[in-house]
């Protein structure tokens, strides 16, 4: 098999945690005073997670209705 397969395996199965948010959210978060704060702060990865799924989908579509128009043939009779 492939190097790169390997390697990907590798990467695959050696996930390491990570602390993916930022200092001031994190201590908003932990906290634990205002779950308001926590509220949106998920409100708002949401929103940030929704929009490159909602442009690609809108992308996709748009090749696809482009290579997938039925050929319009002038009917000469």
């Known amino acids: 098999m492939k190097p790169k397969f390997f390697i990907l395996l590798i990467f695959l199965f050696l996930i390491i945690d990570a602390n993916a948010q930022c200092a001031m959210c994190r201590a908003v978060l932990e906290s634990g005073e205002d ?30 209705r482009k290579y997938n128009k039925p050929n319009k043939t002038e009917s000469t009779d």
């Open 35 to 64: 779950q308001s704060a926590a509220e949106g702060i998920n409100d708002g990865i949401m929103f940030l997670m929704a929009v490159p799924y909602i442009l690609v989908a809108t992308i996709g579509y748009i090749i696809y």
